[in-house]
């Protein structure tokens, strides 16, 4: 189906309407970041970058390379076939990003708050075997999707 332009730019501004009435409100929550799409708000994505700047830059460095080796991996046809995430975690270069340790959390937690790595909660909850990756309500468990668990992710670490 083709849409007159008229018509296509009516409803793209309906979709955005909620937002913009949504940031007006005085209860509203913060506007994510300017950038990449990402579960972070502006106070959130400073806080988080105050911790980053926290963590020596040969850590950071070696953080980079290890994550960038491993993310490649999720493209791996191997893995693509398995419907459990954890399988990501079944690699050397999985166990060498691991190996930095828990002062690569806020490295972690910059790349889980974008939507497309929710893939990387799999090192944050080796990292964090405290976290629950399932919860409960009412004494059932709450199914949640990989990108919610992120999304928690995010917000259980940068609660204040």
Do not use: C
Request: proline fraction near 9%; avoid cysteine; glycine fraction near 2%.
């Amino acid at each position: 189906m083709i849409l007159p332009r008229r018509l296509f730019l009516q409803l793209a501004a309906a979709t955005v309407t909620p937002w913009v009435a949504l940031s007006t409100a005085a209860s509203a929550p913060e506007r994510p970041a300017a950038g990449a799409k990402t579960y972070l708000s502006r106070s959130q994505a400073v806080k988080l970058h105050d911790q980053i700047a926290e963590i020596p830059a040969a850590t950071r460095r070696k953080f980079a390379r290890r994550y960038a080796a491993w993310r490649k991996t999720w493209a791996s046809p191997a893995l693509a076939l398995h419907s459990d995430t954890a399988a990501f975690r079944k690699s050397p270069k999985f166990a060498a990003l691991v190996a930095l340790g828990p002062p690569i959390l806020p490295l972690l937690i910059e790349k889980i708050a974008h939507p497309d790595a929710f893939f990387a909660l799999q090192a944050y909850a080796a990292l964090r075997p405290d976290w629950p990756a399932q919860i409960e309500t009412n004494g059932e468990q709450v199914f949640e999707s990989e990108q919610a668990k992120a999304k928690r992710a995010v917000t259980d670490w940068l609660a204040p």
